[in-house]
């Protein structure tokens, strides 16, 4: 046990100063019911919303906060969490019970539990900004990559009138045309105090989102 645990403050490149709070965060409760990592899971959930939510408005300060929820919800949900504990290999620290050994890249909440216990475990052991390089050190390429993360014209539009004028858009198919399999659909759009925006598409879907994008443009939302 003391090898793996020293093995891992190596790989995070953490001395800790109470090393039982870096072995505590690696007990699964199917180990241990009493002893485990679930209340470091819980404190550390919440450090890791902490730092990325100061880093998204750091990132993106003229950004709406629509946007950036969604940004925030794509970073620190249980896939991602996972997949950073993947890259970490977190699992062969880990100390899991006779029903959880053949744990397996399917096994994303055990993973991602387990990283956040390891983020509360670092918190409690070298304070906040320890926990800030830790956390934006493994986030890094996700950050960026939120980056590319775009909402769709027809949801842009939704939110602006559901927050303005409480109230969704209307959208209306003003003509079908074409052949069976290979339909053209013009569909107008309009919301409160707006005038009325066409677009056509392939489907009703996509000719929704074009009507959609010159309203928000015209709009310069």
């Known amino acids: 046990m003391k090898i793996k645990i020293k093995n891992l403050e190596t790989l995070i490149d953490i001395k800790f100063k109470n090393v039982s709070l870096l072995e505590n965060s690696m007990i699964h409760k199917s180990f241990d019911r009493h002893n485990n990592n679930e209340k470091l899971e819980f404190l550390g959930d919440r450090v890791l919303g902490l730092i990325i939510s100061k880093k998204l408005l750091e990132v993106y300060p003229d950004?709406?906060?629509?946007?950036?929820?969604?940004?925030?919800?794509n970073l620190v949900n249980k896939k991602a969490c996972a997949k950073?504990?993947?890259?970490?290999?977190?699992?062969?620290?880990?100390?899991?019970?006779?029903?959880?050994?053949?744990?397996?890249?399917?096994?994303?909440k055990i993973l991602s539990d387990c990283l956040e216990a390891l983020i509360g475990a670092i918190f409690l052991d070298s304070g906040l900004n320890v926990s800030e390089k830790f956390i934006l050190k493994y986030w890094n390429e996700y950050l960026k990559k939120s980056e590319l993360t775009?909402?769709?014209?027809?949801?842009?539009?939704?939110?602006?009138?559901l927050k303005t004028f409480k109230k969704l858009p209307?959208?209306?198919?003003?003509?079908?045309?074409?052949?069976?399999?290979?339909?053209?659909?013009?569909?107008?759009v309009t919301i409160q105090d707006s005038g009325i925006f066409a677009a056509t598409g392939s489907s009703k879907k996509n000719a929704e989102q074009n009507a959609a994008k010159k309203l928000i443009t015209e709009l310069k939302i």
């Not at 950004?63 to 919800?73: N, Q, T, V």
């Not at 100390?95 to 890249?105: A, C, E, F, I, W």
């Not at 775009?150 to 009138?161: A, G, H, M, N, R």
């Open 63 to 73: 950004e709406k906060e629509g946007i950036i929820d969604k940004k925030f919800a």
């Open 84 to 108: 950073i504990a993947l890259n970490l290999n977190l699992k062969k620290f880990m100390t899991l019970g006779d029903s959880y050994k053949g744990l397996n890249r399917s096994d994303d």
């Open 170 to 188: 209307l959208y209306k198919i003003q003509k079908q045309s074409g052949p069976q399999h290979s339909p053209i659909f013009k569909v107008q």
């Open 150 to 161: 775009l909402i769709d014209p027809k949801t842009k539009l939704q939110e602006y009138s």
